[in-house]
Structure formats: C-alpha cells, structure tokens
C-alpha cells in the first residue's frame, strides 16, 4: 500500500525550488542548473521507490524525513564536484553511488528504529567514505591524477560553512555580539517555520554544533550573547530537532548566516605588530616583562620584537591570538 498523505513530486519540486536561491553564486548558470536538477532528481527517485515500498511500512514523516536527507547532500556533493574541478562527465557516477548509499543506509537506520542522530551520523559517515572512494575509484582507473584526487578530497561544503561561522566568531568580541533577548524557559519551544528568523537560525546552528566535537563547540559558544548560548544549548538538547528543522529552512538560515558573517581579517604582520604596538602602549618595559614572565620564549620574542617594530617569524593567526590575549590581559 502506497504511502498516506506522501506526495513525493510535490515535495521534490518543493525541496528544489527551496534550493535554487542557495546554490553558490559564483558558479556558472550550467554549474547551477547541474545542482538544482541533481536535487530534484534524487529526491524524486527517492520519494518515488519510498512511496512504491510496501515492505517497510514507512509513514509520511519517515519518507519525507528519508528524502530530504538525501536532497541535502545531494546539495552539499555537487557543489563539492563542482568545486573540486574533476572532469564533468565524472559527477553522475560519483553523485549516483553516494545518494544509493543514503537511501540503504537510511531505510536500514530507520527500520531497526536508531535515535535520528545516531541516523544522521551513520549517514554523514558513509556519504564521506563514499565519496572518497569514489573519486579514488577514479583515481585508479587512470581518469584523474592523484593532485586532483586529493584536492577533490579536501571539499567539504557543509563542513566549510561550520569552520567559517567558527572563525567568524572567534573574531568578534563578547561585547558585539547581539544583545537582543531571546524568551527562556527550561525546555525551548519547538522551533517551526513560522518562529522568528533569529529562533530559526539558533536552531540552525543548534544542529551543526550537534555534529560537531564538545569542546570546539564551548569555544564558539563562549563567544555568543549568554542568552543566545542558552538557547543554542537547549536546542542541542531536543531529541527530535532534525524534524522541527527542515533541509530548506536550515540551508536558507546558513545561507544568511554566511552573507552576514564578518569579513575575516587580513593578518598581515604590519598589521600584527601594530596591534601589539596599540596595545601594550603605555606599559613599561619592566611591567611587560612581568606580565609575559610565564609565557613561553616565542610568545615574549613576538611582543618585544613588535614594541621595535620587527616581526618575529610566527603564525599570524598565532600571532594574532597572542595579540588578543594580551589585549584582554592589560
């Protein structure tokens, strides 16, 4: 019996003209049309053997659940081929073994009842394993060099969008972060489609910081309005929070998210050493010393190297966290 309430073209076409306004702008119009039209593709052959299954028993909200998972890292992979510059008559074979992998995975997971994020990481588990197979298949078979293997490799779409809201963050200080009140209670209200775009965007980023190790996520999290970190928190905690936030919802909110992140600074060492400068202006010598007697000898080589306006050779994003640190510490 075919699946109650489960519109699978309806909801294909739905999911991908969700989609089109968030392929990367800076593709070409064909490069665009290949994302949308994988998108739709899968998912409707998804939605369709899904609909067709008279063996597993799925109701709508699984199905649609199944499908849009597999909407979303059709989105992510292709941009991915695309990015990583492996010859276009490649990407259909790649893109068909990752979205077959998702929908066993996904239909096994789901029959034996796993937690949804137990689910989702199986799944994110075996599109990356796949993927890298696949252009090592690719590899070996004499159809790409091992230099363009390992740059397809280094793609990550969904990951770059977390390590850029990351960044993002650890440049802004506490004090600019936004400061507008967000509603508490014990347990956060379920966040819909029709909650506030700043609801629907902690809940966003409530289900990256899910995939993502504890304590990076306490780093960033530091650097949030204490509300909004709350929030996120109480986001994280919701067992069901992959149902409340559609692959639409959620992609349109990162899109925004990364449209509105700050420009990353240019750390160049003029600009490190007179950060240092600035700040350690009006510190005698002898105070400096003290202050940095426990830091270790590159960490004091940087700073007194700064003060007569020579660099001292170190990471300038290092160097640029020992800026800030002393900044924080005078």
């Not at 699946?3 to 119009?29: C, G, R």
């Not at 034996?112 to 070996?140: C, M, N, R, S, W």
Request: hydrophobic share 40%; glycine share 2%; charged share 25%.
């Amino acid at each position: 019996m075919a699946i109650k309430d489960f519109n699978y073209q309806e909801f294909a076409q739905n999911l991908t003209a969700q989609a089109q306004e968030l392929v990367p702008q800076d593709f070409s119009d064909p490069e665009k049309q290949y994302v949308v039209n994988t998108l739709l593709n899968f998912s409707t052959l998804a939605g369709e053997a899904l609909y067709n299954d008279t063996e597993s028993n799925f109701n709508a909200d699984q199905a649609m659940m199944i499908t849009q998972i597999i909407a979303e890292w059709a989105f992510h992979k292709s941009v991915d081929l695309i990015r990583s510059e492996i010859p276009q008559q490649f990407w259909d074979p790649v893109m068909q073994k990752i979205a077959f992998t998702i929908f066993e995975i996904a239909k096994q997971t789901f029959k034996q009842g796993l937690p949804q994020d137990q689910i989702l990481q199986l799944i994110e588990h075996h599109v990356k394993k796949t993927y890298l197979d696949a252009i090592a298949e690719l590899k070996d078979k004499g159809m790409i060099d091992e230099a363009l293997m390992e740059q397809a490799a280094k793609q990550s779409n969904i990951d770059a969008m977390m390590q850029q809201m990351s960044e993002a963050q650890e440049q802004v200080p506490p004090q600019q972060q936004p400061q507008q009140p967000v509603e508490q209670s014990q347990t956060p209200q379920a966040p819909q489609t029709t909650s506030s775009p700043k609801i629907m965007k902690l809940a966003t980023v409530a289900l990256l910081f899910k995939k993502m190790k504890q304590e990076k996520v306490q780093s960033i999290l530091n650097k949030f309005n204490p509300d909004d970190a709350q929030t996120v928190i109480k986001y994280m905690g919701m067992p069901d929070l992959e149902n409340r936030v559609s692959v639409h919802t959620a992609l349109k909110c990162l899109n925004e998210i990364r449209t509105n992140l700050p420009k990353p600074q240019e750390l160049s060492p003029s600009k490190i050493v007179a950060k240092i400068q600035n700040v350690t202006d009006g510190i005698d010598r002898q105070q400096l010393e003290t202050l940095l007697k426990h830091e270790r000898v590159k960490v004091r080589r940087l700073v007194f190297n700064a003060l007569e306006g020579e660099y001292y050779e170190v990471a300038p994003k290092v160097a640029n966290i020992i800026a800030t640190h002393i900044q924080d510490s005078v």
